[in-house]
Each structure stands twice: as structure tokens, then as C-alpha cells.
């Protein structure tokens, strides 16, 4: 199938509520435009070197999400144009986020990365590191980014319960996170998780936000 058909199969799978992020790392410019011109706006990248070359090369209203794990000294290079980053995991790289979203004048939407697979690879806060970050006064008077719900990885592996078990953690904990600290704040609402082995699941389990690379644009060659 072409990349305009399983980008249309998908979304025909997709609820109303649950927003389709076409993961397009390792992909070339001409590959993604197949997407954009069909009137997919919204994509992944998990590099900062690779997301910026491609912003600077494609239609300015594309939508575009950081997905992979930040680090505080390129955080000033996305900052002007990124629209949400799913892979917060430190406060101070929130820190680093609002100082440099200030900058640009503008409120830097984020989620915040919740470490729920079984592996030693991801990144990610644990549920008290997640409650300490929302605790800290600091973390209050952050005025230039908006935290809007969390994101989180199932751990890779064949054993769909186990996944489901991951996301059914994460979406209890969105619940408590959102009932503690976010309950005037109508934009705590996203749930990022799924990916293409994945995203049925995450859906039955409260995901807003499927990830999906590989079953749009086939297999990544990493050269
Ligand atoms: C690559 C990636 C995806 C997409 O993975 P597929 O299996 O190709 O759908 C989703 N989320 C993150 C964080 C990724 O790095």
C-alpha cells in the first residue's frame, strides 16, 4: 500500500478523540511531503538535528512534535516553532523549556514522560518522580510552558497483556495526576501512547495520541 492509503486505513481506525502524530524519523523530506499532500500536518521526529533541518525545509504549517528524549543545551533550537514535546522528563528541562520559550514569547505546550515498560532503555520519570516534579514550587511558577497530559512507552515485546497492563497503569495515574493538580486546567487531556505494534491497544486502555511511524512510511533503515 502507498503512504496516502495507510495513512487513510489508519485514520479511518482512529476515534474522533485520538489524534494521529505520523512518526517520520529516518524519513526523507520527499517521503513525508507523500503525507502532507494527501493533508497530514502533524508529525514526529525523535532528533533535534534531524526535526530542525527538516522544519526548515518543509510547509510552515506543518505541526510538529518532539517525541524522542531532549537535552537541555538543544532546547533553544526547536523552541520558535515546536508544537509539543511528548518527552519531558525533568523539571529541569521544563526549566529550560520555559526560559527558552520566554525568549521566543510564546507557551511551549509539553507532556510529561512517565517510565512504564520493563526495560533498562527508556526514558522517563517513575510515578514519585512525577508527583515530586508537579510538588516542587518551581515547578509553579513556570509561566511559558503548559503541561498537557503525559506520554509514555510499552515495553517491546510480544506479550500484548504486559502492554496493556503498562498503559492501563499510565492512563490511572493521568487520572489521579489530573484529579490532584490539573482539575481547573481543561488542557491537562492528552494521553500520548501507542505505536505501530501497539496503538489498538493504547486506544481501548485511553490514549488521545497515537505515535505511528513504520505502519505509514514501512520499515526505518538506519544509515
Ligand atoms: C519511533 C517512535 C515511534 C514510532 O514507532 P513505530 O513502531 O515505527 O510506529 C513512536 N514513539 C517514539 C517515542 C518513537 O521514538
Redesign the pocket.
Known amino acids: 500500500m502507498s503512504i496516502p492509503e495507510q495513512l487513510e486505513k489508519i485514520k479511518n481506525e482512529l476515534p474522533q478523540h485520538v489524534k494521529l502524530i505520523a512518526?517520520s524519523?529516518t524519513h526523507p523530506v520527499s517521503v513525508i511531503m507523500e503525507a502532507y499532500n494527501v493533508g497530514h500536518k502533524t508529525f514526529?521526529e525523535?532528533r533535534v538535528q534531524e526535526l530542525i533541518s527538516k522544519y526548515d525545509e518543509m510547509p510552515k504549517d506543518i505541526e510538529w512534535h518532539l517525541?524522542?528524549h531532549l537535552q537541555t543545551n538543544k532546547v533553544k533550537y526547536i523552541a520558535p516553532f515546536v508544537s509539543l514535546i511528548?518527552s519531558v522528563d525533568s523539571l529541569k528541562l521544563l526549566s529550560v523549556i520555559d526560559k527558552e520559550a520566554q525568549k521566543c514569547n510564546r507557551v511551549i505546550d509539553c507532556l510529561l514522560q512517565v517510565y512504564i515498560a520493563s526495560e533498562e532503555t527508556k526514558f522517563g520519570l517513575s510515578a514519585d518522580e512525577l508527583h515530586e516534579l508537579l510538588q516542587n514550587p518551581e515547578f509553579k511558577q513556570l509561566q511559558n510552558v503548559r503541561v498537557c497530559g503525559l506520554m509514555g512507552?510499552a515495553t517491546f515485546t510480544d506479550n500484548m497483556e504486559q502492554v496493556r497492563m503498562e498503559f492501563r497503569f499510565l492512563k490511572k495515574l493521568f487520572n489521579e495526576v489530573k484529579q490532584t493538580y490539573f482539575q481547573n486546567q481543561p488542557w491537562f487531556k492528552e494521553l500520548s501512547m501507542g505505536?505501530?505494534?501497539d496503538y489498538r491497544i493504547a486506544i481501548e486502555e485511553g490514549s488521545t495520541m497515537v505515535?505511528?511511524?513504520?505502519?505509514i512510511f514501512g520499515h526505518?533503515s538506519y544509515t
Open positions: 512518526v524519523k514526529g525523535n517525541i524522542g511528548h512507552m505505536m505501530s505494534s505515535r505511528i511511524g513504520s505502519n526505518r
